[in-house]
């Protein structure tokens, strides 16, 4: 039975009026606070976007500069949590325990505050989310990985630190420049599940912690930021088939199954170039030289993005090419999604304030097609 008023997946329903960001498909462009996301990639930096997203303006390089030291000098979280990563089950993945630790985080503010949903409250607490996530998702890794922990190091920038924490050594230009590139390309992206998910908890006037803890269980499945672990995945299991020469008849055996090709498609763009993902993959060739399988892996991309376009009329998302790109600067595979998630909260806590600025509890309805008229 079909229903006239009934969306399902609430497909092209519009959820909320914003002012933060608009996927423009017809020009092609993802509009942030009014700039096209892709120059800004091109042009800024994470840290840059962070602040035009919480501030709706660009900084200044100064403004910039001060943001940075801001969030560094609150990078580091309390002691106890570490001895809480210690205390994580082994077989834990890095998504539940990025969003263990930002739970824990709420318990270290005083109710009041927590509960506070005025702009000034909610933008320090989004600063400490922005500024502990990397701490949290590459820490609780680290123990569950039983390696040691990399605390902080407040006098490197943001996505310096970032990379730093992962590897625990200096990391090299390239590595800082590329990850910075990813955390721009997955800052914001309009009205994606987890954004909703953020929006429908804060419209309860629930705090910023709970919502940005709902976030991470929505970005974790892989028909949403989990698509980058299982491209990843993907191209590695066709290494092992052989390399080069197997991906086209892997990939006709999984379309031939049925099977969702990870890193293709997308529920706005379905048969448009995702723009990051356009301009990502131009980083591949370039980078491939940093790991003895890169230039196989590039191939890899190639014949698969090729097969899916001629098969599926099917195109990239971002994930697909900044799978490749996080494994070639050596990230592992566990930590591809609560990286996203932690670029993802500059967008996400600019969700949760323009939510409690102007807010309506979400209650939609249902069709119900039960039964009725039961007695017990
Ligand atoms: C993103 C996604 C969930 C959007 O899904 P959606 O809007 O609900 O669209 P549907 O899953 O209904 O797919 C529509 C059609 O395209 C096909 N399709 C969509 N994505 C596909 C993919 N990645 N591989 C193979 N076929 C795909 C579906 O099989 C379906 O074909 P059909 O009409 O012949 O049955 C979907 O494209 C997907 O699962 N992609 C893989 C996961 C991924 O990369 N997620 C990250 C998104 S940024």
């Known amino acids: 039975m079909s229903y006239p ?28 606070r009014g700039y096209d996301l892709i120059e800004l990639i091109q042009k800024t930096s994470y840290i840059k976007v962070a602040y035009l997203l919480i501030y709706n303006k660009l900084p200044s390089d100064a403004e910039a500069a001060a943001f940075e030291r801001k969030l560094m000098e609150q990078a580091d979280i309390p002691e106890d949590m570490y001895k809480m990563f210690s205390l994580m089950p082994k077989t834990m993945s ?65 996505s310096e630190n970032f990379i730093y924490m992962i590897k625990g050594s200096k990391p090299s230009e390239v590595e800082t420049d590329t990850l910075d590139k990813i955390l721009t390309a997955y800052i914001e992206h309009e009205m994606p599940n987890s954004t909703f998910t953020v929006r429908v908890v804060a419209s309860t006037l629930s705090d910023i912690y709970g919502a940005i803890a709902s976030a991470v269980a929505s970005l974790k499945g892989p028909l949403h930021g989990g698509a980058n672990e299982a491209a990843m995945k993907m191209f590695l299991e066709v290494m092992e088939l052989g390399g080069p020469s197997k991906a086209e008849s892997y990939i006709m055996d999984k379309l031939n199954r049925k099977d969702k090709i990870m890193g293709f498609g997308h529920r706005v763009y379905m048969k448009k170039y995702d723009p990051r993902a356009y301009l990502l993959k131009d980083y591949i060739p370039k980078l ?3 790991k003895p399988d890169g230039k196989d892996l590039a191939e890899i991309y190639t014949i698969i993005a090729n097969v899916m376009e001629r098969e599926k009329g099917l ?19 566990d930590l591809y999604t609560p990286i996203f998630l932690c670029s993802r909260t500059a967008g996400l806590v600019a969700h949760h304030i323009e939510q409690h600025a102007n807010n309506r509890l979400f209650r939609p309805r249902v069709i119900y097609e039960g039964a009725r008229g039961l007695h017990p």
């Not at 399902?8 to 462009?29: M, N």
């Not at 195109?315 to 595979?333: C, E, G, H, K, S």
Request: hydrophobic fraction near 40%; proline fraction near 6%; avoid cysteine.
């Open 5 to 32: 008023n009934y969306k399902p997946g609430l497909d092209g329903v519009i959820a909320s009026i914003t002012s933060i960001s608009y996927l423009d498909t017809d020009i092609e462009q993802i509009v942030v």
């Open 315 to 333: 195109f990239p998302n971002a994930d697909y090419p900044i799978a490749l790109l996080y494994y070639l600067i050596d990230v592992p595979i």
């Open 94 to 158: 890095g998504m539940d325990s990025l969003r263990t630790g930002i739970s824990f985080l709420a318990g270290y503010e005083k109710d009041e505050y927590l509960m506070d949903t005025s702009v000034e409250s909610n933008e320090e607490k989004a600063l400490k989310i922005l500024a502990q996530a990397p701490t949290i998702a590459v820490n609780s890794y680290r123990a569950i990985q039983g390696q040691p922990f990399v605390k902080p190091d407040k006098s490197l920038g943001y």
């Open 288 to 290: 491939a030289h940093l």
